[in-house]
Nanobody, 130 residues
Framework: QVQLVESGGGSVQTGGSLRLSCAASGYPYSKIYISKCMGWFRQAPGKEREGVTA????????YYADSVKGRFTISRDSAENTVYLQMNSLKPEDTAMYYC???????????????????WGQGTQVTVSS
């Protein structure tokens, strides 16, 4: 069974940084190296889940929401089956539960649509105080 486990959330002040990790496990051997769209989503209380960023593996094509461009960076470590989200210059409006998600296939056209992803992590809380 495929599992995604996020870590790295926490509380920081405005302007601070955090790095989230998403460790994937349980892929059958036949799907370990297959192309996947790995995304990060976030959801604040009372708001809809929104796509933050995604990476199309193994080609490392990345996608970002306008609100995080220039501040957030998605990357991956193929050897560790881990995707990272480096978040810099954090703002109070970045406060949310952050979720990692995975879907076999391309990101193009679906990267920020949460309904298109089949596998989700449990989430990690990010809180940015002013």
């Amino acid at each position: 069974q495929v599992q995604l486990v996020e870590s790295g959330g926490g509380s920081v002040q405005t302007g601070g940084s955090l790095r989230l990790s998403c460790a994937a496990s349980g892929y059958p051997y036949s799907k370990i190296y297959i192309s996947k769209c790995m995304g990060w989503f976030r959801q604040a209380p009372g708001k809809e889940r929104e796509g933050v960023t995604a990476i199309y593996t193994p080609y490392d094509i990345t996608y970002y929401a306008d609100s995080v461009k220039g501040r957030f960076t998605i990357s991956r470590d193929s050897a560790e089956n881990t995707v990272y989200l480096q978040m810099n210059s954090l703002k109070p409006e970045d406060t949310a539960m952050y979720y990692c998600a995975a879907q076999i296939g391309e990101c193009d056209g679906i990267w920020n649509e949460w309904t298109k992803y089949g596998t989700w992590g449990q989430g990690t809380q990010v809180t940015v105080s002013s």
